[in-house]
């Protein structure tokens, strides 16, 4: 679908009074308002419309220079990144850019378009401000979103950076080549790539996770990525249902291997964090707020496997500045969140860098990469908690 090109002429022709009134609180909560009244998948759409059209808010502030961090040599002006699943075709990271994010990761993108699950499959249990989804990797393809990905490059100069995540056809016969492939097509114009094997919506995935399966994904990847021209930096993406055990052979192989850091944690299988509520029985990956805990522990638990050097992206519930600031100080290099969007806005974004900024000066460190890790002991045993 190509954008409608009037968007293009909104944001020049309005240009700073369309920002303003889209700035303002009332037009916000309206907006707000009225996507939660739609069905979750259409509420989705709309917004992934209204960002192509260029119809949204833009930060007309500088960020705090307490906020820069350096991930793997990628200079990101803030630490927060919004988080996979949901620009899957790599059609807004430039808008996600000016909103103010401070790094985007588009995907996750298979060798070949597939159409997902069956719809219903994207829910919302407001109660508990969380999201069930069983998308099953929906989206259009390598060739699209690379394609994208390149013109976006050529056309902005611009600073934003662009993770690509990738993961494997439903019906592939070799995953590992998948993600192979992933590497090759997108090593030229990602700023860092992410293997995402953690989702629980396509069948024997998360298997990969394993021991051996992951040993053999890792050399595969990396020798592929060795071959690329450009170096380009490469995450794996984690499930939060992974027990002590398998914590520990993950970590083992990880510092084994060359991969430059992990990204903690994909939506969670488990259900013992929602008490019942419409849609709570769904199947499907859960995320939001109650995914808040379990996934802080683990990120936590890897961090003290891993040790202090290799970065980790905390990603799971976040939902206030409060939880931001914990899932730092539980060892989270940089963060990223998609639930709470859906209920808070991407006020929430503003929030956020708030109250880092104003946790910097509390704690008197030089800037947000002070934050990381004060609490890791704490979080691993099971005893942090908001
Ligand atoms: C609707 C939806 C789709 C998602 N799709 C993907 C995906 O394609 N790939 C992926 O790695 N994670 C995907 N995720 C997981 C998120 O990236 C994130 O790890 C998880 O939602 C926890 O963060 P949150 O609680 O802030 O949402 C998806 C999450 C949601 C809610």
Known sequence: MKPPSIGVSIGSVLGKSLGSFLRSDKVKSMTRDSLLKMDPEIAHQ?????????????????????????????????????????????????????????????????????????????????????????????????EAAYQRLKKQAKNHSNSNIVGVNIGANKDSEDFVADYVKGVKRFADVADYLTINISSPNTKGLRDLQSYEALKRLLNEVLAERTR????????????????????????????????DGLIISNTTISR?????????????????????????????????????????????????????????????????????????????????????????????????SGLVGTSVDEWASGKGGI
């Open 272 to 368: 013992n964090m929602i008490e019942a509520e419409e849609n709570s029985s769904e199947m499907g990956g859960l995320s939001g707020k109650p995914l808040f805990n379990l996934s802080t522990m683990r990120l936590a638990q890897m961090r003290q496997r891993i040790g202090s050097e290799m970065p980790i992206i905390g990603v799971g519930g976040i939902h206030s500045a409060k939880s931001a600031i914990a899932k730092m100080n539980a060892g989270a290099n940089a963060i990223q969140l998609y639930s709470a969007l859906v209920y808070q806005g991407m006020e929430l974004l503003d929030e956020i860098k708030l109250g880092l900024e104003k946790e910097v000066t509390r704690t008197k460190v030089d800037n947000v």
């Open 228 to 259: 690329a021209k450009i170096f380009v930096p490469v995450f794996l993406k984690v499930a939060p249902d992974l027990d002590e055990k398998e914590l520990d052979e993950i970590a083992k192989l990880v510092l084994q291997s060359d991969l």
């Open 46 to 142: 709309t917004t992934i419309a209204a960002l192509r059209m260029g119809v949204t808010p833009v930060q007309t502030s500088v960020d705090s220079e307490k906020l820069k961090t350096n991930i793997c040599g990628l200079e990101l002006r803030n630490p927060i990144g919004m988080a996979a699943g949901f620009d899957k075709n790599a059609q807004v990271s430039a808008a996600l850019g000016q909103i103010g994010f401070g790094f985007c990761e588009v995907g996750t993108i298979t060798p070949y378009s597939q159409e997902g699950n069956e719809k219903p499959r994207l829910f919302r249990l407001t109660q508990s401000q969380a999201i069930i989804n069983r998308m099953g990797f929906n989206n259009e393809g390598h």
